[in-house]
């Protein structure tokens, strides 16, 4: 039971460069979730989804594209980065949604030049 | 609105010290509220959550909440903290969208 797991750890683009973050999750989640973690300003939900089929937008949407085709994945693409992008990326999954727990990947941080 | 707030930006404490970190919660509807951990380089982990019952809710660690409904507060604290506590505390609430909302962070600093 691996958990929440997310590729790459660290990456490097230049602006304008498209890209894809990967996340899974082997514990059967209906939830999943992606947040942006910049200094000082905690966590910001980017897209989520409630199950295979259904995303929706959140917080801080602009530039990031997503999709779930299966249960276990939930990437987050990013179109054309901007410095603006450059952040730690945390993908999170829970039961359900609603007030469960909500389980973290290790993280991805990618700089933008 | 929905919003969690954070008192403290950088505490710093000696060991074996009393920790309490204030956390402050703006919003309706059910409360489900959470203390996540971030050691260095490392992801969120939960601490501890309230959903309903009991308001003082004991968690990992060591640490323990106070759930105050009066004051929109939820505390965290530990009556003697270790070094190996250095982290950074985030409080999040339960988000409308099924997402935790988050508070800006404390980093806590123990010096051993």
């Known amino acids: 039971n691996a958990g929440v797991t997310q590729t790459p750890k660290f990456q490097v683009l230049k602006t304008g460069q498209s890209m894809t973050l990967q996340c899974a999750q082997d514990m059967n989640h209906e939830y999943m979730s992606w947040y942006r973690q910049d200094p000082g300003m905690g966590l910001r939900l980017i897209h989520y989804s409630v199950g295979a089929g259904i995303t929706d937008q959140g917080e801080v949407p602009n530039g990031y594209n997503v999709s779930r085709s299966t249960t276990e994945d939930f990437p987050l693409r990013l179109l054309s980065a901007a410095p603006s992008q450059t952040s730690v990326y945390f993908c999170a999954s829970s039961y359900q949604q609603g007030g469960y727990e909500q389980y973290f990947g290790p993280g991805t941080r990618l700089t933008v030049t | 609105a929905q919003s969690v707030s954070q008192h403290n930006h950088h505490v710093i404490l000696s060991e074996a010290a009393s920790l309490e970190l204030g956390c402050n919660y703006s919003?309706?509807?059910?409360?489900?509220l959470f203390w996540y951990v971030q050691y260095p380089g490392q992801h969120l982990q939960l601490l501890l959550k309230y959903f309903s019952g009991d308001p003082l809710v004991k968690g990992i660690k060591g640490f323990e909440a106070e759930f105050i409904k009066s004051k929109f507060s939820f505390n965290l604290r530990k009556p003697s903290v270790q070094w190996s506590d250095t982290a950074e505390y985030f409080c999040?609430?339960?988000?409308?969208?099924?997402?935790?909302?988050f508070g800006k962070g404390t980093k806590l600093s123990v010096k051993p």
């Open positions: 999040a609430g339960r988000g409308s969208q099924g997402n935790l909302i």
């Open positions: 919003y309706g509807g059910t409360v489900n």
